[in-house]
């Protein structure tokens, strides 16, 4: 399963989500490790307050982690064992005078996992280039490939 910018998606068991592309956006990685049932938030903006255009509320953290953990539940997840990875929230615009937007999502996204009492096992955020992410639900391995680092598994 491929999820672009604002996408959702979940799998049980086996499959592979892959996102690419990832700078100032950040995934959010749910996992139940027990019952083998993952999925992936593809996060753009902190908020709604940042959005000019039409709404899609999976762009946000907190709509989009209640719409995954639905989706993951669905599939027969058990909220009380889910974890959570992030990866990306990168600053990709060196000279910027303003707090990056990709520490605001990082920031959003880690405030929005704590309200829901949902641990972080693992982070791969920040720094100035792009990542690629490979999740495989069987195993619960998130591979993250950039142009700087190569390959690595968080």
């Given amino acids: 399963?491929?999820?672009g910018i604002g996408e959702i998606g979940a799998l049980k068991t086996e499959g592979e989500i892959i996102s690419s592309g990832i700078?100032?956006?950040v995934l959010i990685i749910l996992y139940d490790e027990v019952n083998k049932i993952?999925?992936?938030a593809h996060i753009?903006?902190?908020d709604e307050r940042y959005s000019k255009t039409a709404r899609n509320e999976n762009r946000f953290p907190r709509p989009a982690l209640r719409n995954l953990i639905a989706a993951m539940e669905e599939?027969?997840?058990d909220r009380s064992r889910i974890f959570a990875r992030l990866v990306g929230g990168a600053s990709m615009f060196e000279n910027n005078?303003?707090?990056p937007i990709g520490s605001k999502n990082v920031t959003s996204c880690r405030s929005a996992?704590?309200?829901l009492y949902i641990p972080i096992r693992g982070e791969d955020t920040?720094?100035?280039w792009g990542r690629s992410v490979s999740f495989d639900i069987k195993t619960g391995r998130v591979r993250i490939t950039t142009y700087r680092i190569g390959m690595k598994e968080l």
């Fill in 1 to 3: 399963m491929r999820l």
């Fill in 38 to 40: 993952g999925g992936i």
């Fill in 126 to 128: 920040g720094g100035n």
């Fill in 97 to 99: 005078r303003y707090e």
């Fill in 75 to 77: 599939l027969g997840a």
């Fill in 23 to 25: 700078g100032s956006c």
């Fill in 44 to 46: 753009l903006l902190p």
């Fill in 113 to 115: 996992l704590a309200e």
